[in-house]
C-alpha cells in the first residue's frame, strides 16, 4: 500500500521558477526521504529528513517537515530543464521499509 | 565506487513463461532490497534482505515470485510463471546495514504479452 501521496500529479515550469511538491502521510515514522527519477532510469536519493528536524537544506534543495501534520514539501530554486524528472516522497518507519507515493511528474521547460 | 548492477535492462516474455533478474548490490553493503514498480506509480517493495537472511516479504506473491541471495551478496529474482500484470520495472536497491539512504539501480524493464 502507498504511505505518501504526493501533490500535485504533475507540474509544469519555466526554467528559473521555483518548484513546490508536497507530500502527506498516514503513519508515525523515523524519517522521510526524497528520490528523483528520470526517465526510464532508476531512482536517485536526493535528500533525508528525520522526524525531529523541521528543515533541511541541499544545494538548491530544501525539505520541510510537519509531523503534526503528517506533511512534507521539497523545494527545488532556480529550476532547470534537467530538473525535468518524476519525484517521489518515501517514508521510513521503525523496520527501515521505505514505503513510496505515486509520485510528482515535474516539467522545466526552457 | 560502483553503483547496484542489474541485468537484463530490458526483458520481453510471454504469459506463462518464467524469468529472472540479477542483482549486485554495492560492496559491502548488506541490506538489498527489490522494488516493483508499475507505470504511473511509485516503487512498492517485493522482499528484503539482511545479508543472506529475508526481513521482509510480506508483498511478495509467493505462488508465483521467489528470491534469493545466497552468499549475502548478489541477488535474483524469479517470476514463475509471469502473467500480464507482472509488467513493470523492477528495481534493486541496497543500503549499508540499518535504515536511511538506500542506492538504486537501473531497473529491469518487464513486458509480458
Known amino acids: 500500500s502507498q504511505q505518501g501521496e504526493e501533490d500535485p500529479q504533475a507540474l509544469s515550469i519555466q526554467e528559473g521558477e521555483n518548484a513546490t511538491m508536497n507530500c502527506s502521510y498516514k503513519?508515525?515514522?523515523?524519517?522521510l526521504q526524497w528520490y528523483r527519477q528520470n526517465s526510464g532510469r532508476g531512482l536517485v536519493h536526493l535528500i533525508l529528513i528525520r522526524s525531529n528536524e523541521r528543515e533541511k537544506h541541499s544545494g538548491r534543495l530544501r525539505v520541510t517537515l510537519d509531523t503534526s501534520k503528517k506533511s512534507s514539501s521539497l523545494l527545488i530554486t532556480a529550476s532547470r530543464a534537467a530538473d525535468t524528472a518524476s519525484y517521489f516522497c518515501a517514508t521510513q518507519g521503525s523496520n527501515y521499509k521505505l514505503t513510496f507515493g505515486k509520485g510528482t511528474l515535474l516539467t522545466v521547460n526552457p | 565506487e560502483a553503483g547496484v548492477a542489474q541485468s537484463p535492462r530490458y526483458k520481453i516474455i510471454e504469459k506463462r513463461q518464467s524469468v529472472a533478474f540479477w542483482c549486485n548490490p554495492i560492496s559491502g553493503h548488506a541490506t538489498l532490497y527489490w522494488y516493483q514498480q508499475i507505470l504511473g506509480q511509485g516503487p512498492k517493495l517485493l522482499i528484503q534482505f539482511q545479508n543472506n537472511g529475508v526481513v521482509d516479504d510480506s508483498q511478495l506473491p509467493k505462488d508465483r515470485f521467489s528470491a534469493e541471495r545466497l552468499k549475502g551478496v548478489d541477488s535474483t529474482l524469479k517470476i514463475q510463471p509471469a502473467k500480464l500484470e507482472d509488467s513493470a520495472v523492477y528495481l534493486c536497491?541496497?543500503?549499508?546495514?540499518?535504515?536511511?539512504?538506500?542506492?538504486f539501480g537501473p531497473g529491469t524493464r518487464l513486458t509480458v504479452l
Open positions: 536497491a541496497s543500503s549499508p546495514a540499518g535504515p536511511d539512504t538506500q542506492y
Open positions: 503513519t508515525s515514522i523515523n524519517n
